[in-house]
């Protein structure tokens, strides 16, 4: 087996998943993970990192499996309480994940870095592979709908993902700059494979690549940049991927993902419904991770694919 | 029974005690509760009224009665998780409890006062009394011990009130504006007592004093002002009054925090042990508030006692 560093891009649940996978399958120094940090927003006065939360909650197997969302073991008091103050309570955040929400918050404001303290968290959550914001600028997915311009969350939570999407973007994308310590990485000459996670190209993965230089570094650093795709048998496994490229005019397949890729992709994962039709280079496989076994099983699948094409 | 405006000076535990008393024998709109905020503080990013919240548990009947602050029927997942993540946790703070300081400070940083945002958490929490900070300008309490200045929640919570004090001091406070509410209704000719609750003198009512113009307009509102003595049988009930008055190089006695209110006190209510000694005008009652009819009765004796003074 081969080795160097796996850098994976990752949103929120479905990449979660394929990180947990390579988490198991690597030794800690040889995995990096780039979060999405595009659906992060302010709210009750916090700044909250759904994707990142998801993924360092799953990597020390806090998760919550039956949301997707959350930590495992979650009280409700805080929530039960604010309602009754009048309080915003829409977005739900347990008595155990608002700790995070708190001390982040608090430490944002002290000066210091989302970068050092999603660090510290990782350290003190024991969770070996680093997980990188893509920036430690502000950048905020924004969704337009008929009626206008909605923050993500407010799509994406309040309004449960109900409005029509026409168009996504993200706010401060041009001016942020990418993570240095992941731009250092890809330039590092060391780098065995990156992997784009089968998270929802639009809203978890396409900000990442909106932060300028990090695709450029991702398409020269040497490494086989291999995507697995988000569709399994036609359909998406959660959240609002198949609604919204209906809406914006595309074909529901694992095609339509590989082709908003392009050119950055040396490789493709597919499940073998989903096979015909895609002109990348492809590894067919399953692609539905149930169990612990199958994230395992298709990081596995994944690497090897990636060693193939280097 | 007389009629007209009571106004009560209140901090914490004690003090709420007999704000209680006084709103189970008022009607609501005659009883007026001026909060101290000296004790207030920053901590975790959060602004936490440590004497308005503990009026506002104990009028609304959500008090904890076994801690004297917080709330009843609490849970501490927040404390717990924030305490794994680094975070500090030395000022506990419930799940429940922990809503009203998030929402308290997503508001007032949104630039609501605290004046308007108390009021919000009284109506919402069904209390009549109105409850008005002493100033919705920052008065912080500090504390000069043998190491230094402290500020008050790390000499009174972190610290236990072990350090040696040597002297007080209410940062802000000569700059502070007077609430206007409060300031009103001293004004307005319709005051039949003001009361000056049973909490420790120099740490939770000096501070309402010595915001420019409160004492003032106690002194010429027209209606006798009555303290009630929190030192019962020679010893302070709870907190750390005698220790306080101790290292100040005071006599712990009624008579010392009569001569602390000095010309201000139109008469003083003590338990009979305290009695001798005092040169204001008295009037002797249990002052030990054990239940809630123990408050009630004080509350009776305390108004009786000043409507014979007017």
Redesign the interface.
Known sequence: MSSGLVVALSGGVGGAKLALGLSRVLPAEELLIVANTGDDFEH???TICPDIDTLTYTLAGLDNPATGWGRRD??W??????A????EDWFRL???D???H??R??RL?AGESLSQVTA??CR??GIGPRVLPMSDDRVRTRVRCDSGWLDFQDYFVRQQCRPVVRELAFTGAADARPQPEALAALAGGNVRAVVICPSNPFISIEPILAVPGLRAALASCGAPVVAVSPIVGGRAIKGPTAKMMQELGLEVSSATVAKRYGALLDGYVVDADDAPGIEARLHVAPTLMTTLEDRETLARAVLGFADKLR
Chains 1, 2 share one sequence.
């Open positions: 009750l006065g916090l979650e009280t008091s805080f929530m039960e309480t604010i009754t103050l009048g309080g347990g008595d155990r608002l700790a995070l708190v001390e918050t608090r404001r510290d968290v003190r959550l």
